[in-house]
């Protein structure tokens, strides 16, 4: 079974940076895409970033480009989303999510990290 563990979360002031990471286990991560989502309060989770993992590809949402890269590390099996120029917009619980290449749904999700960026 697929666990992902997110870390990295806190508490950032505006224009700060912060670094999520999320643990993946239990797959063959070749065959995965990863995503990154945010939840909001009393908002809808919303997408933010993703990556595939055999090739390395990303795409973001476009409140995000430019302020957030998702990386990986194979060796550790570990998605990464480095933030950066932190507003308080992109206070949210995010989630690290997978699935398979071959799906469109994301079928395994992490438990979430609270990231409160202040004024």
């Known amino acids: 079974q697929v666990k992902l563990v997110e870390s990295g979360g806190g508490l950032v002031q505006a224009g700060g940076s912060l670094r999520l990471s999320c643990g993946a286990s239990?797959?063959?991560?070749?065959?995965?895409?990863m995503g990154w989502f945010r939840q909001a309060p009393g908002k809808e989770r919303d997408f933010v970033a993703a990556?595939?993992?055999?090739?390395?590809?990303?795409n973001y949402a476009d409140s995000v480009k430019g302020r957030f890269t998702i990386s990986r590390d194979n060796a550790k099996n570990t998605i990464y989303l480095q933030m950066g120029s932190l507003k308080p917009d992109d206070t949210a619980v995010y989630y690290c999510?997978?699935?398979?290449?071959?799906?469109?749904?994301?079928?395994?999700w992490g438990q979430g990290t609270q990231v409160t960026v202040s004024s």
């Open positions: 990556l595939s993992w055999n090739d390395g590809r990303t």
């Open positions: 239990g797959g063959i991560f070749s065959n995965y895409a």
């Open positions: 999510a997978a699935r398979r290449l071959n799906r469109d749904t994301y079928d395994y």
